[in-house]
């Protein structure tokens, strides 16, 4: 190539590898570092360079290992314990267990609502008698406050200063008095009821006189006495007891009372009144077997009968 050409690059550049020797072809070069003819051959594509796998010896070409990536390590397989579909199959019986047991729950609760909530002798009771509950009801209350106010007057009375001393002897007294008039041994006057029993077909059983006379007690009754058609009356108290006698008469606390029987008591007339009117009660159960109850209000009833002391066998008082 000539100057100029190399000047102006018009030439073709001079080869900078190494040429291939001059000479035929099938002679082979007789440099002893002559390269291989066929590694310097341009029709004849170099090889790719291969690894040799470090596990196996096995080459690995470089081309493919930069290409393809590598497969994934399989993953373990799950160990099962009881077989296939325990766990599905276990779960499933405790939900059902669980549903069966929230569902007797709620069954219990909403019965156990209907029978609290639901008093079948109330809801067939008629408005004019539950209107005689209620006020009795109402009494009952306000007799129960004054006997709070009354208690609380007494004791500010017993904590006052020079007042403290006879405002105590006077509460005695009174309390002795109020515990002489239920032991029966004191006699007793007030506003109450006459309450007469008249047999019907048949006599006036000891258990009728009983519920009257609890019912008596549960509406504020202080004392009470029974008689009969003759002979004198018994006070009735706290253990006082009913049997029946011979010929339809009534045994009280020993002694014999023959029909129709009359039970004095003083306590508020209008409340005892109504709880031996009320449905179910005790003129209910007796007009049902053939009798009849007269119910009398009186603005003074007398309890004159007594009951003697009871007899002390071992108790002493102390002084």
Same mark, same amino acid.
């Given at each position: 190539?000539? =100057?100029?050409?190399?000047?102006?690059?018009?030439?073709?550049?001079?080869?900078?590898?190494?040429?291939?020797?001059?000479?035929?072809? !099938?002679?082979?070069?007789?440099?002893?570092?002559?390269?291989?003819?066929?590694?310097?051959?341009?029709?004849?594509?170099? *090889?790719?360079?291969? $690894?040799?796998?470090? =596990?196996?010896?096995?080459?690995?070409?470089? @081309?493919? !290992? @930069?290409? !393809?990536?590598?497969?994934?390590?399989? %993953?373990?397989?799950?160990?099962?314990?009881?077989?296939?579909?325990?766990?599905?199959?276990?779960?499933?019986?405790?939900?059902?267990?669980?549903?069966?047991?929230?569902?007797?729950?709620?069954?219990?609760?909403?019965?156990?609502?209907?029978?609290?909530?639901?008093?079948?002798?109330?809801?067939?009771?008629?408005?004019?008698?539950?209107? +005689?509950?209620?006020?009795?009801?109402?009494?009952?209350?306000?007799?129960?406050?004054?006997?709070? *106010?009354?208690?609380?007057?007494?004791?500010?009375? &017993?904590?006052?200063?020079?007042?403290?001393?006879?405002?105590?002897?006077?509460?005695?007294?009174?309390? %002795?008095?109020?515990?002489?008039?239920?032991?029966?041994?004191?006699?007793?006057?007030?506003? #109450?009821?006459?309450?007469?029993?008249?047999?019907? #077909?048949?006599?006036?059983?000891?258990?009728?006189? &009983? =519920?009257? $006379?609890? *019912?008596? +007690?549960?509406?504020?009754?202080?004392?009470?006495?029974?008689?009969? @058609?003759?002979?004198?009356?018994?006070?009735?108290? @706290?253990?006082?007891?009913? &049997?029946?006698?011979?010929?339809?008469?009534?045994?009280?606390?020993?002694?014999?009372?023959?029909?129709?029987?009359?039970?004095?008591?003083?306590?508020?007339?209008?409340?005892?009144?109504?709880?031996?009117?009320?449905?179910?009660? $005790? !003129?209910?159960?007796?007009?049902?077997?053939?009798?009849?109850?007269?119910?009398?209000? +009186?603005?003074?009833?007398?309890?004159?009968?007594?009951?003697?002391?009871?007899?002390?066998?071992?108790?002493?008082? $102390?002084?």
């Amino acid at each position: 190539m000539s =100057d100029e050409q190399r000047e102006t690059g018009t030439g073709w550049p001079e080869p900078t590898g190494p040429s291939r020797p001059s000479g035929p072809a !099938a002679e082979p070069d007789p440099r002893p570092d002559a390269p291989d003819p066929d590694e310097i051959s341009p029709l004849v594509a170099p *090889e790719e360079p291969r $690894v040799a796998d470090a =596990d196996d010896g096995a080459t690995v070409d470089l @081309a493919e !290992a @930069a290409v !393809a990536p590598p497969e994934p390590e399989p %993953a373990p397989a799950p160990v099962s314990r009881g077989g296939p579909g325990a766990w599905g199959g276990r779960l499933s019986s405790a939900g059902v267990m669980i549903a069966v047991l929230l569902a007797l729950l709620g069954f219990t609760l909403v019965v156990q609502l209907k029978t609290t909530s639901t008093d079948p002798t109330l809801a067939a009771t008629r408005q004019e008698d539950l209107v +005689r509950i209620f006020s009795d009801l109402d009494s009952r209350e306000k007799r129960l406050q004054q006997d709070i *106010e009354a208690l609380e007057e007494s004791q500010r009375q &017993l904590r006052s200063g020079e007042q403290g001393r006879q405002a105590a002897l006077e509460e005695a007294r009174r309390r %002795a008095d109020q515990l002489g008039i239920l032991a029966g041994t004191l006699p007793a006057r007030g506003p #109450g009821l006459s309450v007469r029993f008249v047999p019907g #077909g048949k006599p006036i059983a000891a258990e009728r006189i &009983l =519920d009257a $006379v609890q *019912e008596l +007690r549960g509406a504020g009754a202080e004392a009470m006495q029974i008689s009969g @058609a003759g002979g004198s009356p018994v006070r009735i108290i @706290a253990s006082t007891y009913f &049997l029946d006698g011979q010929n339809g008469s009534l045994v009280v606390d020993g002694r014999s009372l023959s029909g129709p029987y009359t039970i004095t008591v003083i306590g508020d007339p209008t409340t005892m009144s109504t709880a031996l009117k009320i449905p179910g009660g $005790v !003129a209910a159960t007796v007009a049902g077997d053939g009798g009849n109850v007269i119910v009398e209000e +009186r603005e003074v009833a007398e309890v004159s009968a007594l009951h003697g002391p009871m007899k002390l066998e071992h108790a002493r008082p $102390v002084s």
